[in-house]
Structures are given as C-alpha cells and as structure tokens.
Antibody
Framework: QMQLEQSAAEVLKPGASVRVSCKAS????????LHWLRQAPGLGLEWMAW????????DFAPNFRGRVTLTSDKSINTAYMELSRLTSADTALYYC??????????????WGQGTMVGVSS | QSALTQPASVSGSPGQSITVSCTGT?????????VSWYQQHPGKAPQLIIY???KRPSGVSVRFSGSKSGNTASLTISGLQAEDEAVYLC???????????FGSGTQVTV
C-alpha cells in the first residue's frame, strides 16, 4: 500500500523556519516526483514546489522561490520541505503528494496526512 | 496566475445527479487536457477521483465523471449518495510559472 507519512504539527514564531518531513512507503521512492502543497484555513490548495528524488532537481512556484528548500534522502525514502522567514500568512496545513508520472499524468494520486504549521508570536 | 473558480456549494437529493463546475482561462484549462478532481472529507487529505479530464483511477465509483468545454471543466456525480458529501477540488496543469492551479473547493451536500 502506497503511503506518505508526514511529521507532526508545529507552532513557530514569526521569522523562524520550519522543516516538514515526508516518508514514503509501498512504492519506489526514486521513481516519482514529490510535490508540496498547502491549504490555509478556509482556503483552497496552493501548489508550492516539487522535487525529483532521483536527481535532486527542484522547481518552485514564484511565490515560494527563495524561501522554500527541498531535499530528499533516498536511503530512507524521505523528502523534506523547509520554509523560512515565516509569517502568520504561512499558517496552513502542509501536504506532500506523490506525482502521478505516466499512470496518472500531472495529478496527485497519493497524499500524506498533512502537517499543520502555525505561526504566532 | 489566478486560482480556478468553483461554486462554493452545490446540493442535491439522494439519487439525483449534480454537476460541479471549474472555470479557468486559456492559459490553464483551455490549453491542457490535464484537469484533475479531488474529494476531501473533513479532516482528511484529498483523494484523486478524476485525472486527465475524464479518466477514473481504479476503485473510484463510475458515478463520478469528468468533462471539459473550453475554459471550464465539470465534475458530475450521478446517483448521489450520502457518502458523496464532501468538498470537491479541481486542479489544472498550467504550464510554466505555477504549473498547478487549484479551485477553492465546492462543498457538496446531500
């Protein structure tokens, strides 16, 4: 069974950084892009970035370029998203999602359970 | 790029059919046949129910169908059931820049 297990919720102060982890199981981690999205309270989903765990290549939405760092560790099938210079506007539920590759092109067939990140002084 | 536009809510009676619309632009829905739909129950992660406009992953009920005309995609739920009550989110590939755009979600009430 394909699964993505995310790290626990965090509460941080403005200006801090947060790192969220996403551990994959049930499929070959290196074969699929891993995407990061967020959902602010009462709002829709916002795509942030992706990483190719095989090559380390990344791409970012313009709103997040320069503030998001993506890494992955193939030895433990885990991807990481670090968001810096946090503000209250970053309070949201952060998801990792596996890309669909050729089977489910340009869609997200597998999702993590979400990690709540709260930013408050 | 702006988010896609969905109605805030749609309701129907058990057994009826309903349609949820998702409107974009020539730069996203109008240019690519890569619209996907997700069902999200409260407190749960989204679940893929339609991809590439009208294809269903295995295990997804045939009561869910997708279509597209111009800059608008649609999700139809036929034979509405109580378990279909959820938020439905549309997503379109949008090329370079921000490659994936989402709608704000439609609450379906049965």
């Amino acid at each position: 069974q394909m699964q993505l297990e995310q790290s626990a919720a965090e509460v941080l102060k403005p200006g801090a950084s947060v790192r969220v982890s996403c551990k994959a199981s049930g499929y070959t981690f290196s074969n699929y892009f891993l995407h990061w999205l967020r959902q602010a309270p009462g709002l829709g989903l916002e795509w942030m970035a992706w990483i190719d765990p095989n090559s380390g290549e990344t791409d970012f939405a313009p709103n997040f370029r320069g503030r998001v760092t993506l890494t992955s560790d193939k030895s433990i099938n885990t991807a990481y998203m670090e968001l810096s210079r946090l503000t209250s506007a970053d309070t949201a539920l952060y998801y990792c999602a596996r890309g669909g590759a050729a089977t489910f092109p340009l869609s997200f067939p597998v999702w993590g359970q979400g990690t709540m990140v709260g930013v408050s002084s | 790029q702006s988010a896609l536009t969905q109605p805030a809510s749609v309701s129907g009676s058990p057994g009826q059919s309903i349609t949820v619309s998702c409107t974009g632009t020539n730069n996203d829905i109008g240019s690519y046949n890569y619209v996907s739909w997700y069902q999200q129950h409260p407190g749960k992660a989204p679940q893929l129910i339609i991809y590439a406009v009208k294809k269903r992953p295995s295990g997804v009920s045939v009561r869910f169908s997708g279509s597209k005309s111009g800059n608008t995609a649609s999700l139809t739920i036929s034979g509405l059931q109580a378990e279909d009550e959820a938020v439905y989110l549309c997503c379109s590939y949008a090329g370079t820049g921000t490659p994936y755009l989402f709608g704000s979600g439609t609450q379906v009430t049965v």
